[in-house]
């Protein structure tokens, strides 16, 4: 009988640490997304971001929905919360506040899919930015609901397929950074998980911005999504989105629709300042004592 030569099992080097080893949970990877899922270089970006701001995890909570983005909060070694679907915002909204009086300074990062956010979750969606809750809110969008199977949603763009569509969708899809900023969200971006510079620095200028801030950032779902449309591979995805990608910064949200024939404009769309929900309730309350 031939003999099966083993594989030399690899040296364990010791003391050899992963750069970013402090905001991962070692024990929860590998992770479950798929091969050529965006959700990696998401992650990645989110802790080269806090890593960029020398914030440490304990000055960072992070909450999630449901579905794969939803994942990330377990993967990440931070106060993260797994919450229920479409509840991420109020979830994180009950966090912020209660942390204002022992520890303003911390960050609350809600990190969720387009699905859970502008589903289920749109509601609380608008209704946070409206009123400036300090905020940042990180839309992982695949144009799909990913982990059950790669049902359209409220982002699928017309015409393109889904296990709920097969023939095309035919319902308008909801343009994420429009929807932001005419809720009144002071800081609202979009880059793809290509774009991984900008979109690290969009996530650090959203955490650090008082207030509600957005990044929408697009991200290939080549197993539920892109094989439906023509895209089977998360590197034919990527140069989808690398082809269609423009770059115009403080575009007008209006003109940011995705649509199958057109382009993808990303940029930062959004960046001003203005009273978050803090600063109007603390105005509030002076004036109320006041009269
Ligand atoms: C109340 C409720 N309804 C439905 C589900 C099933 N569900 C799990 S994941 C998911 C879709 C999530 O889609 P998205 O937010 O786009 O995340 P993705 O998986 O694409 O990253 C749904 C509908 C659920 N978990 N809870």
Same mark, same amino acid.
């Given at each position: 009988? !031939? ?24 024990? #929860? ?10 959700? $990696?270089?998401?992650? %990645? ?6 890593? @960029? ?12 929905? *449901?579905?794969?983005?939803? =994942?990330?909060? $377990? ?11 479409? #509840? ?8 912020? *506040?209660?942390? @204002? ?29 409206? !009123? ?15 982990? /059950?199977? $790669? ?7 017309? $015409?393109? !397929? ?19 900023? %005419? ?9 793809? /998980?290509?774009?991984? =510079? !900008? ?7 959203? *955490? ?18 892109? #094989? #439906?449309?023509?895209?089977? /591979?998360?590197?034919?995805?990527? =140069? ?6 423009? *770059? ?6 209006? &003109?940011? &629709? ?32 006041? @009269?």
């Amino acid at each position: 009988m !031939r003999k099966i030569k083993a594989k030399p099992t690899p040296e364990i080097v010791e003391n050899v640490h992963h750069p970013l080893e402090q905001y991962f949970r070692e024990e #929860r990877l590998p992770h479950i997304w798929c091969p050529g899922c965006g959700l $990696g270089t998401a992650m %990645s970006c989110l802790a080269y971001a806090l890593e @960029e701001l020398t914030l440490d995890v304990d000055d960072v909570s992070i909450v999630s929905g *449901i579905g794969c983005t939803g =994942r990330l909060a $377990g993967y990440m070694r931070s106060d993260s919360y797994h919450t229920t679907h479409g #509840r991420a915002i109020p979830f994180a909204t009950g966090l912020r *506040i209660a942390l @204002e009086m022992q520890k303003p300074d911390h960050k609350v990062v809600v990190f969720s899919g387009d699905g859970d956010l502008f589903a289920i979750g749109g509601n609380h969606f608008i209704h946070a930015a409206r !009123r400036n809750v300090d905020l940042a809110v990180l839309c992982v969008n695949n144009f799909n609901y990913g982990m /059950t199977g $790669g049902q359209v949603g409220p982002t699928t763009p017309l $015409g393109a !397929r889904g296990t709920t569509a097969p023939y095309g969708s035919f319902e308008n899809p909801f343009n994420l950074v429009y929807l932001a900023a %005419s809720s009144g969200a002071p800081y609202v971006a979009r880059w793809t /998980t290509l774009h991984t =510079r !900008r979109l690290k620095q969009a996530i650090m200028e959203a *955490i650090m911005k008082p207030g509600f801030t957005f990044v929408e950032i697009i991200s290939p779902c080549p197993v539920n999504y892109g #094989r #439906r449309n023509k895209m089977p /591979t998360g590197l034919i995805e990527m =140069r989808y989105y690398q082809n269609k990608s423009v *770059i115009r910064n403080f575009a007008d949200p209006k &003109d940011a &629709d995705i649509k199958p024939e057109g382009e993808i404009i990303v940029g930062t769309f959004v960046d001003e300042d203005k009273p978050d929900y803090f600063d109007i309730y603390d105005d509030f309350v002076k004036q109320m004592i006041q @009269e």
